[in-house]
């Protein structure tokens, strides 16, 4: 005769057993038999599918004497949902260990496993797959192990909850939006060893205050930081070339040190940044893009090193200037770049010839020139970019800025 123990009788005993040390299998656990898996060329097992409805699930190190090495797409979507185009309707499991041997945890593996809260990961996993942990919503922490190499685009998007991660020094690959809005994050640093950092890769980390940028990367990409919780940032001298939005609308960062080794500031690199204050333009930048400090509202001095070229379109439309130098190396000025409805903007002075000028540059702001430099003279009535201009004589004229 069988004796049937009441599930509330066995879950008290496993507590017990668990209190005084004594290691009793959890009601449901998965066994071999409750995956489906491939046997590949080399005589290893990928596991295909999880078959089974248990909430803590430790996958098998080996199956029929072969070891498992790999885990592939949606296999541990919850088995008693029917359908993975919603992927709302998902529970999943609670807890997954991996075994040592597992080298790859694919493409969409744990996609959307909302129920996850912890997960093991061995020290001999090398890739984390595209969107591996997409939308796992109710994990906290992980720990990378230093044998991981690749963190695939879109491999913890959405994992608003991830308080902490610690990416290891083997990892030379962030990809795309990896770590795309995981709001709870707030901090990470990026290690050393030529990792390269994805597009978006941390954008709306709406509580990542600080991020330490290694010294070998060369470039911030596209949205890299934007819609994050960055108060202030460094870049660091390996970079050349912060990309378009990299921080866009980080509405808190007050103060940004650029590096002497950039020479292009992206279109939209800063726009938002509502709270800055500060930021210092080295002398290698050739290039200020569109926008790219656009709606800095904060900002009421910067110094335009004699090193611009070009100062793009709406570059500092609506920051707090009170006044601007435009040095003699800008050749070229495009449409509204420092426009200023509210009138703040009242003088610019420039140190060199006329450059090529885009339609409402400003708005309220009279134009000084030095008497020494060309192509003023060809301006109609008296105005450039239609407002007035003056001769701007430093040693004489007192209601210039002096010099």
């Not at 309707?89 to 912890?118: H, K, M, Q, W």
């Not at 707030?186 to 060893?193: F, Q």
């Not at 330490?212 to 930081?225: G, K, L, M, Q, Y």
């Amino acid at each position: 005769m069988k004796w049937m123990i009441p599930k509330a009788i066995a879950r008290q005993a496993w507590l017990c057993a668990a209190v005084a040390g004594v290691v009793v299998p959890a009601m449901g656990y998965a066994q071999a038999q409750d995956f489906s898996y491939t046997t590949n060329s080399g005589k290893t097992i990928t596991i295909t599918k999880y078959k089974g409805t248990s909430d803590n699930v430790t996958i098998p190190s080996s199956i029929n004497g072969l070891k498992v090495t790999g885990i592939e797409r949606n296999r541990f979507i919850d088995a008693r949902v029917a359908s993975y185009q919603n992927p709302l309707s998902l529970s999943g499991c609670t807890a997954v260990s991996l075994p040592s041997g597992v080298t790859n945890i694919g493409d969409f593996a744990f996609y959307a496993c909302e129920r996850l809260t912890s997960v093991t990961i061995p020290d001999s996993v090398i890739r984390i797959g595209r969107s591996a942990f997409f939308d796992c919503q109710r994990l906290t922490s992980i720990t990378i192990p230093p044998s991981v190499t690749s963190i695939e685009e879109q491999a913890f998007e959405f994992c608003r909850r991830l308080i902490s991660i610690a990416i290891p020094s083997s990892v030379t690959n962030i990809g795309d939006c990896a770590f795309s809005h995981c709001e709870g994050l707030t901090s990470v640093t990026i290690p050393l060893g030529g990792t390269q950092i994805g597009e978006y890769a941390f954008r709306g980390c709406l509580s990542l205050t600080s991020v330490t940028i290694p010294s070998d990367v060369t470039t911030i990409p596209r949205h890299a930081f934007a819609s994050s919780g960055l108060t202030n940032i460094t870049i660091p001298s390996s970079v050349s070339n912060i990309g378009g939005a990299a921080f866009w609308c980080c509405t808190k960062l007050t103060s940004v040190t650029i590096s002497s080794n950039v020479t292009s500031i992206g279109n939209l690199a800063f726009k938002g940044c509502s709270s800055l204050t500060c930021v210092t333009i080295p002398s290698s930048v050739t290039n200020i893009g569109a926008e790219a400090f656009c709606g800095c509202k904060q900002l009421k001095s910067l110094t335009i090193p004699n090193s611009v070229t070009r100062i793009g379109k709406s570059a500092f439309e609506g920051c707090s200037l009170t006044d601007v130098t435009i040095p003699a190396s800008v050749t070229c000025i495009d449409d509204r770049a420092f426009y200023d409805d509210h009138q703040i903007l009242t003088h610019a002075y420039f140190m060199g010839n006329a450059p090529k000028i885009g339609s409402t540059v400003f708005y309220n702001t009279t134009i000084y020139y030095l008497p020494s430099t060309a192509g003023w003279d060809k301006c109609c009535d008296k105005t450039f970019a239609g407002r007035p201009m003056v001769i701007w004589k430093p040693q004489t004229n007192t209601t210039a800025k002096s010099k």
